[in-house]
């Protein structure tokens, strides 16, 4: 007797069309997420300080010319933090689905193409001539939809309502 359902849903839901769109979109995001996070965290002190000193905290809001520098560069500060948690959210649950890939070679060819930012073409010359582009371009696209699958059974798109 196997139990096939939970309560509320599939024991091992499957992405809707949307959400293989959305997996997709933040796959091929991935790399300037994981760039901005990097600056963020290896730079944050002087992030905040070129806010307070910069012009940067004048231009929050247009409509004021004589703004407070120092409050809109602590709002700058607190938005740039907040990005910061919401692109961490993203790239954790994408590395977790990633991890989850049962297949190597569908592993392996979504790393290539999208967690080390490689084109479609590079990623098809890591796999060498014994395979062809179509295959590897076929297995790019099952690894999206098997991450997809996996960030659903993960609760990423329960947790994914935030717009920027």
Not at 129 to 142: A, C, F, H, L, Q
């Amino acid at each position: 007797m196997a139990v096939a359902e939970w309560e509320e849903g599939a024991l091992f839901p499957v992405a809707s069309k949307a959400e293989i769109a959305r997996t997709k979109a933040l796959l091929q995001e991935y790399r300037k997420m994981r760039i901005v996070m990097d600056e963020y965290e290896n730079h944050r002190k002087e992030m905040e300080q070129v806010a307070i000193d910069g012009e940067v905290a004048r231009r929050i809001d247009q409509d004021e010319l004589h703004a407070d520098k120092t409050a809109n560069a602590v709002l700058l500060a607190e938005k740039q933090r907040w990005v910061y948690g919401q692109y961490q959210l993203r790239a954790t649950a994408l590395t977790r689905a990633h991890s989850l890939i049962l297949d190597d070679d569908v592993k392996k060819a979504t790393k290539y193409r999208f967690f080390e930012g490689y084109s479609m073409k590079e990623t098809c010359l890591f796999f060498g001539y014994d395979e062809k582009d179509s295959t590897i371009k076929r297995r790019v696209r099952e690894g999206i939809t098997v991450i997809a699958n996996n960030m659903k059974l993960l609760g990423f798109f329960d947790k994914d309502g935030e717009k920027f």
